[in-house]
């Protein structure tokens, strides 16, 4: 594809910097007009990069082997309590992001002590201490916005969000965000992730629990914005069925 490319742009240059060529030798304004033309976009082709796509199936395939051994994990633990999604403690853990599943069904928030070490198994109190699967999203959010969420208001996230998804990475068609009291719910329509999740539904803890890696990143980017801990309360299919996402999620007070 590079190749190809690179080709058909020194074949515009060539034909443009001779049109110009012409076009002084026979002082014609028309030749001088085509060969501009030519040499532009010749110019152009050569320096714009293609971006490299691979096929959506092959990177489901992927994920959703990593995502399969990381639901084996958890459930070995056989946690009763709900993920919770904590905000960064300090400037270092802004592009990292921990979440805590507790072994007990009582809701119990780790100190920042805790979670700045890097142990995977906490004793006060007892639970898992992982780092989620939307944090490279995330991550990628942030860098295509220029800025941190931790910068950001609730307000400022319901503005940019769906205009990131929508428009600078084609994530999909539409995205909505409302907040009511201590509950966030966001629907997505059309993702690119549609498929991904309908094949990641086997995976019932990530599903459910956790998170697949979208309704994760979006938890992450909720944290670093509100700066509480966040807990996916559920994740439905829309009430078109097949074409969107709902998921509703919960801020909770430390």
Known sequence: MRKASQIIAYTLLLVGIS???FSVLYEHSVLAFIGLGLTFWGALLLYIRPVRYVKATLLNSTTISTLTTLDQIIKEY???GKPIYLPPASPEEIKTGKTFIPFEERTMIPSSEETRTEKILLTNPKGLLLTPPGTALTNLYEDTLGT???????TDLQTKLPKLFIEDLE?????????KNNR????ITRSVYQDFCEKA????YI???LGDPLCSSLAIALTRTIGKPITIEKTLPGSDGKH???VYYRILEE
């Open 19 to 21: 049109s110009l060529l």
């Open 184 to 187: 966030i719910h966001i629907k």
């Open 207 to 209: 599903c459910n629990s």
């Open 171 to 179: 994530i999909a068609e539409n995205l909505e965000i409302h907040q």
């Open 78 to 80: 056989n946690p009763k």
């Open 201 to 204: 539904q086997s995976l019932d």
């Open 244 to 246: 969107t996402i709902e």
């Open 148 to 154: 941190s969420f931790t910068k950001l208001d609730l």
